[in-house]
């Protein structure tokens, strides 16, 4: 393990290097400017419940969707699958695996993906479809790797195969994030930071019929390349902490409070604060809520978690999050159309 001054100076330089790599993402408002939206939807069902403040609470395989840094908190091999509800008939399903090796070291495997039923094409002429009909789909292969530096420090990146397909045009590329978590020697008080979705821009092949001068015949419309746009990159900061053991209150070992805040920075938005709280009973069940403030329609969550032993050191788990989504919300009446997640898992 390092010395305390070389451990200092790890920290410090991994929180200025995070820093200038989110300085492009502190300008101002660009909404609509960013490609790949499917990187920006919140996927650990866990951290969903607790208004998305993971960067510095997250100590399990969720850890590859909020600070790839905090994978080295994994004490045990751990899988899980979670199925997001989407409006407009759109599928959105993730998969990840964490696995230990040794005291220093996890790695991690993890994959989205995004589809959607087929819809009529629609034309000037054809407003009512023409016969034909198309899909999108959006897929993400990657793994990740966090090591500890210090029995305190921890440094963890994941790295991104992105593959997005609209009818015929498609794009294929790479992102990457990059996280830290530090313990303080506050008692249980946590520092997170990651930096997420860094790559290209993402550009499809192939041409589209440019509508943007209205002309109402398909005849006289012109083929254009379609533009670049950057990757929703977004910056995360955050605490957590548990707190019977921050305010030293006398409590059963086996029951927990914790207590998240992050602030938040897409490179096309502006900033955002999220608020969690987590009460574990009997590492059995846990109770979750949080906030969200600075969003444009999403506003609170609340959820629930099972932890259920199977076999000698075999659990299974499972989690479900709602996560009110506003106008989009009060807009869908259907289950499948609402703002579920749920995530089924096993640890051994």
């Known amino acids: 393990m390092m010395n305390p001054i070389l451990r200092r100076r790890v920290w410090l330089s991994t929180v200025v290097f995070l820093l200038v790599l989110s300085l492009p993402a502190m300008g101002l408002e660009k909404v609509g400017t960013t490609s790949m939206q499917v990187l920006k939807i919140a996927m650990g069902v866990r951290g969903i419940g607790m208004g998305n403040a993971m960067s510095g609470a997250v100590n399990d395989a969720e850890a590859v969707w909020w600070n790839p840094g905090a994978l080295t908190e994994v004490e045990n091999d751990q899988a899980q699958f979670g199925q997001i509800n989407m409006p407009a008939d759109i599928h959105l399903n993730s998969l990840t695996w964490a696995h230990r090796v040794g005291d220093y070291q996890t790695f991690a495997l993890q994959a ?55 009818e015929d045009a498609t794009y294929d590329g790479v992102a990457v994030d990059l996280g830290t978590l530090y313990k303080t020697s506050l008692r249980s008080l946590r520092l997170g930071m990651a930096i997420q979705n860094l790559g290209p821009d993402v550009k499809y092949s192939g041409t589209y019929l440019d509508y943007r001068n209205q002309v109402q015949n398909d005849s006289l419309l012109i083929q254009k390349d379609y533009e670049g746009a950057s990757l929703p990159t977004m910056f995360r900061l955050g605490i957590a902490f548990n707190l019977f053991e921050m305010l030293n209150w006398a409590h059963n070992p086996n029951d927990d409070a914790n207590i998240a805040v992050e602030m938040n920075h897409p490179n096309d ?3 955002r604060l999220n608020l969690g709280g987590e009460y574990g009973w009997k590492q059995r069940l846990f109770l979750r809520a949080g906030g969200k403030f600075g969003y444009d329609e999403e506003s609170f969550s609340l959820g629930f978690g099972l932890n259920v032993p199977l076999a000698d050191r075999v659990k299974f788990k499972f989690n479900y999050a709602y996560s009110h989504w506003g106008k989009l919300t009060d807009a869908v009446d259907t289950f499948m159309g609402q703002p579920h997640r749920f995530a089924v898992g096993f640890e051994w």
């Open 112 to 166: 989205i993906n995004l589809f959607t039923n087929d819809m009529p094409v629609r034309t000037w002429n054809h407003p009512e479809g023409t016969g034909e009909n198309f899909n999108a789909s959006d897929l993400a292969i990657g793994a990740g790797y966090a090591r500890k530096l210090t029995d305190r420090f921890s440094l963890g990146g994941n790295v991104r195969f992105l593959h997005s397909a609209l």
């Open 269 to 271: 938005n502006r900033e």
